[in-house]
Antibody, heavy 121, light 110 residues
């Protein structure tokens, strides 16, 4: 059974870069059938798609975050990562990694448990 | 682009049916058949309940169904059960490899 697990600092200072990694197990990250994505949820608020990447490095990002987002993949470690630069308190959220079905359809069918990142000095 | 519009709350008694709406525009919900719905319990990750407007993943009860008309998609939960009390989010493909989520609806089973 596919498992995704987020990891990274739980506290980031304003203006710095938030960096998270998602480790994929129970299935191969090298697949033409799926992308690998990031979704966040501010406390008490709704979900927001951040960006997604294929195993070959093809990336898509939310237009509202694109200038600050970098999504990368390391197939040798079965991991993909998120970098979000110039963070502010508005970036405080639970960050989820998820498997993103994006070929001929669109949905997230397997999710990590999420990790809370707080932006504060 | 703005989030898709959902009612903040919905409710029903056990055994009843409840429908949650998700309104977008002709550029997202109205343009594509790629609408999905997620169920989320407090403190947990979302779970896929419906994809491609009306398809259910394996393991999702057939009490959950989806539909779409114009720029509005809907999730219907029939035969409400206590375990259905959760937050529900819709999502739609919005073109140019962009994805929008709804604001979320808190479903209460009375």
């Amino acid at each position: 059974q596919l498992q995704l697990q987020e990891s990274g600092p739980g506290l980031v200072k304003p203006s710095e870069t938030l960096s998270l990694t998602c480790s994929v197990s129970g299935g191969s990250i090298i697949t033409n059938d799926y992308y690998w994505g990031w979704v966040r949820q501010p406390p008490g608020k709704g979900l927001e798609w951040i960006g997604s990447i294929s195993y070959s490095g093809n990336t898509y990002s939310s237009p509202s975050l694109k200038s600050r987002v970098t999504v990368s993949v390391d197939t040798s470690k079965s991991q993909f990562s998120l970098s979000l630069s110039s963070v502010t308190a508005a970036d405080t959220a639970v960050y989820y990694c998820a498997r993103h079905v994006l070929l001929g359809t669109e949905f997230f069918d397997s999710w990590g448990q999420g990790t809370l990142v707080t932006v504060s000095s | 682009q703005s989030a898709l519009t959902q009612p903040p709350s919905a409710s029903g008694s056990p055994g009843q049916s409840v429908t949650i709406s998700c309104t977008g525009t002709s550029s997202d919900v109205g343009a594509y058949k790629y609408v999905s719905w997620y169920q989320q319990y407090p403190g947990e990750a979302p779970k896929l309940m419906i994809y491609d407007v009306n398809k259910r993943p394996s393991g999702v009860p057939d009490r959950f169904s989806g539909s779409k008309s114009g720029n509005t998609a809907s999730l219907t939960v029939s035969g409400l059960q206590a375990e259905d009390e959760a937050d529900y989010y819709c999502s739609s493909y919005a073109g140019d490899n962009n994805v929008l989520f709804g604001e979320g609806t808190k479903l209460t089973v009375l």
